[in-house]
């Protein structure tokens, strides 16, 4: 009996073990608040300001957009023209399906059968924008993300993300030097993070949306070691509902965002998933060793040996099963 239940939690401590190291990343990642490469508001010009262009300007000047082919639904259309209106000196690249795969194809044509089997087109978008922004560089926006002011400030960096509340970050505007190493390695980690995870939510976002680009960045950070490694964080409070805010959301968002919206919503309730989630799994141990027990006590016979009166429990904190034990 004795070696039985320590080889049972010996088991239990190694598949605990095996969970934890591997989501580890995701839980650091609920930790991190990205202030040691937030874009300060102090380090962005003020719309208008002539500190605009007097600085270095890593980034192309393109801006890069997806969509399955070259007519735009009605409701991105004002989000698309307020940053073509805005950039009218910047190259745009509108990334059809047929463009994204033709470019997949032709420059990296290892990845071609990974993203021709992707099982939804939304991991076709995801992945198509991190090859874009390794190859040419530029910036990515996606359609219902408007431009309020000219991008310039941001072409500064050599590569920037945006922070997503209450963590992680978004690839829903990214821009980048081509062949950045982050960008590099997110296109390498691709193939080794595609996974069928059975629910189509978990596999959009750990495969290629924002939940894989949060584990890849949180992991590369580790790595950086020069200025031109960094990406640098565009915090929300840059674009939220500031006068020199970059974006500014229009009605009619992706899927994406509300799917993002609702995976972000774990991590901003972390704690009581967390708990919920110590709560069930420590009910299904206990649950598997009360099953153990009972089997185990019923194949080596005492169970039928309970003296009358003392009724055997279930429940092996009662006494029923102690005076059982000893009558054996
Ligand atoms: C463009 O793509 C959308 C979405 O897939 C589709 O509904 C529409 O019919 C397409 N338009 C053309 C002209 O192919």
């Keep these: 009996m004795r070696r039985g239940v320590a080889l049972f939690l010996l088991i239990n401590f190694l598949i605990l073990g095996y969970i934890l190291n591997s989501v580890f990343t995701l ?7 990205c202030k040691a490469d937030a874009i300060l508001s102090s380090e962005i010009p003020a719309p208008g300001s002539e500190l605009i262009g007097k600085g270095p ?41 047929e463009k994204s795969r033709d470019f997949i194809e032709k420059e990296y044509p290892w990845f071609l059968e990974t993203y021709d089997n992707y099982p939804y087109p939304i991991m076709r978008a995801d992945a198509i924008r991190y090859f874009i922004l390794s190859h040419y560089g530029g910036i990515y926006l996606d359609l219902d993300d408007g431009c ?4 310039d400030p941001l072409l500064s960096y050599h590569a920037w993300l945006r922070k997503t509340v209450p963590t992680g970050i978004s690839n829903d505007a990214m821009g980048s030097v081509p062949q950045h190493p982050f960008f590099l390695k997110v296109i390498s980690e ?3 993070y595609n996974r069928n995870w059975q629910i189509p939510y978990v596999t959009v976002m750990y495969n290629t949306g924002p939940l894989f680009l949060s584990v890849v960045w949180k992991q590369y950070i580790k ?18 509902n500031k006068p020199w805010k970059f974006f500014g959301v229009y009605k009619g968002s992706s899927w994406h965002r509300d799917d993002a919206k609702a995976i972000f919503w774990m991590g901003q309730h972390w704690g009581w998933v967390t708990f919920a ?3 069930l799994g420590l009910s299904g141990y206990a649950a598997i060793y009360l099953i153990y027990r009972r089997l185990h006590l019923k194949r080596s016979g005492e169970y039928r040996t309970g003296a009358a009166g003392t009724a055997w429990s279930f429940w092996p904190w009662r006494s029923g099963y102690r005076r059982v034990k000893h009558e054996v």
């Design 27 to 33: 839980i650091t990642l609920l930790f991190e608040d």
């Design 57 to 97: 300007q890593y980034i192309p000047r393109i801006i890069h957009q997806t969509w399955a082919n070259e007519s735009i639904p009605e409701k991105w259309q004002k989000a698309q023209k307020s940053c073509l209106d805005l950039h009218g000196d910047y190259e745009y690249k509108l990334w059809t399906n």
């Design 148 to 151: 309020e002011r000219r991008l």
């Design 223 to 240: 790595t950086v070691s020069s200025e031109e490694q960094r990406v640098r964080i565009l915090m929300p409070d840059e674009y939220g």
């Design 277 to 279: 989630g110590f709560a």
């Design 190 to 192: 691709l193939q080794r």
